[in-house]
């Protein structure tokens, strides 16, 4: 745990601040598909990604999901933070992409760190700046591109946060993630493979224009 959280966090708090977390923090090492947090659950914890990506989803009132964005390492989640600010329920579903190390801070720290620390404010201030950006840019992609463009740019985030140019996922999937039906997936990722930007493997997909 210790060098990949020093390599992503060392960096941006004083040492006071690092052992606290690292004394307070409850560590975690989960499999992808893991639920974190789940609708309308009490939040009592935040979570510093160590390593691995996780995957923030909203739900409509059928029960459909829609991803929202991706955090990975170094990343915490803005929802999470407003949540516990207010101390209200959750409002999104955390799911992890691959495999992931977390460390869980009590929510009660969030607050008494950020009068205590300005490294812990700057860096709660930057994570929520950089998750709004992200919604926004949801946002947009939901409102402005058409399905295939929006079916090529989620696979290429995808592709980044894996970090790997094939990524394992099926079109059920996909469809869940976008909200829409795996007949529609299935014709619009053949139509990209035609347009050579990607390739088709059985429940793997390859990125070839990242």
């Known amino acids: 745990m210790q060098p990949g959280f020093d390599f992503n966090y060392a960096h941006l708090f004083e040492e006071e601040l690092l052992q606290e977390i690292l004394s307070i923090g409850e560590y975690k090492k989960v499999k992808a598909g893991t ?22 989803l909203r739900e409509d009132e059928k029960g459909d999901e829609l991803v929202l964005y991706f955090i990975e390492q ?15 329920k959750s409002k999104i579903r955390a799911v992890t992409e691959v495999e992931t190390e977390l460390l869980m801070i009590p929510i009660q720290k969030i607050s008494d760190w950020m009068i205590k ?28 591109l ?10 290429k985030d995808k592709a980044m946060i894996n970090r790997n140019e094939v990524i394992q996922v099926t079109h059920k999937e996909i469809a869940n993630d976008m909200h829409t039906s795996r007949v529609v997936v299935s014709r619009l990722l053949k ?19 990242l």
């Open 191 to 209: 139509a990209l493979e035609i347009k050579g930007e990607i390739k088709l493997h059985r429940n793997q997909i390859q990125i070839l224009k």
């Open 35 to 56: 639920e974190l947090i789940d609708i309308g659950s009490d939040i009592e914890f935040m979570p510093l990604i160590i390593t691995g990506a996780v995957k923030i």
């Open 146 to 155: 058409n399905m295939d463009e929006r079916l090529l740019k989620y696979l």
């Open 117 to 144: 620390y300005q490294s812990w404010q700057m860096f709660i201030l930057q994570s929520y700046h950089e998750r709004m950006q992200e919604l926004l840019e949801a946002i947009d992609t939901i409102a402005f």
């Open 74 to 88: 170094g990343d915490t989640c803005a929802m999470t933070i407003t949540c516990c600010i207010g101390q209200k």
